[in-house]
């Protein structure tokens, strides 16, 4: 791949600390920010066995894939995106706000940005937080300038570095290569499934959920996560290491 065509943030830019996959580091992070603590991260330990399942609270708002990048994602990102425009949009009538990543290292964040942003979990955003703040000024933006309103918040900064330090194992330095991407997958309000990358040129809208399902309903389920792995599978020899963690009610 051309240089020009690669979706990966130049090395010259600021790059923070790869964010643990973890949901509790993950969940510290978006209370540090501002999020409600009546919402939490958890992780989703199959969705083929109703059993484990069970064990989710729902409504699940945001579901965030986590996995290696592939040839098999790459040749179908370049595919999928080659005819597409890049994303202009802004203001209250956006069906999803998406934040395009200029931070090296941050697709963690971002996908965490997404499920925050969207759908009923803002509504939990508490009042006057970083958070509300940073969606409020974040709205009215092009993408573009979205991207540098991130790039410059010194309070997302702040509450990354803090919650990246806190994880279970050593974090690694700033300016290591880390393979594992985050894409976030959110319900909006007129009930399509969105795929929220910051990797791509814009929010996918994946097709139409039922006004009772959430993000791990099997329609979404089919539309999102079960279609990528599909696509895995069926390379044959793709790497199918990925997890799944859901943004839903809290456990407390």
């Not at 279970?168 to 700033?174: E, I, L, Y």
Request: net charge negative; charged share 25%; hydrophobic share 40%.
């Amino acid at each position: 791949m051309a240089e020009n065509e690669s979706p990966d943030v130049p090395t010259s830019r600021k790059r923070f600390v790869p964010l643990e996959n973890n949901p509790e580091v993950m969940s510290s992070l978006v209370h540090k920010l501002g999020l409600s603590q009546k919402l939490a991260f958890h992780d989703v330990f199959s969705i083929d066995e109703p059993e484990l399942l069970a064990f989710v609270p729902r409504p699940a708002l945001a579901l965030l894939l986590i996995f290696p990048v592939s040839e098999t994602y790459e040749r179908f990102r370049v595919q999928e995106d080659k005819d597409r425009v890049e994303y202009t949009g802004c203001g209250p009538d956006e069906d999803v706000v998406w934040y395009k990543q200029t931070i090296g290292n941050a697709c963690g964040l971002i996908g965490l940005l997404h499920g925050v942003s969207n759908g009923e979990a803002r509504s939990h955003i508490e009042p006057n937080s970083n958070l509300a703040k940073l969606l409020t000024d974040a709205i009215p933006l092009k993408p573009a300038k979205r991207a540098d309103l991130l790039y410059e918040s010194e309070a997302l900064e702040s509450a990354h570095q803090s919650a990246a330090a806190g994880g279970d194992t050593a974090a690694p330095p700033a300016d290591d290569k880390v393979d594992l991407h985050y894409v976030c997958f959110v319900k909006s309000e007129n009930n399509h499934l969105w795929e929220m990358d910051g990797r791509r040129k814009g929010p996918l809208d994946r097709g139409e959920l039922a006004a009772g399902d959430d993000v791990l309903s099997d329609q979404a389920l089919e539309l999102g996560v079960r279609s990528f792995l599909k696509r895995e599978q069926e390379a044959g020899g793709g790497d199918l290491r990925f997890s799944l963690i859901v943004l839903s009610p809290s456990l407390d």
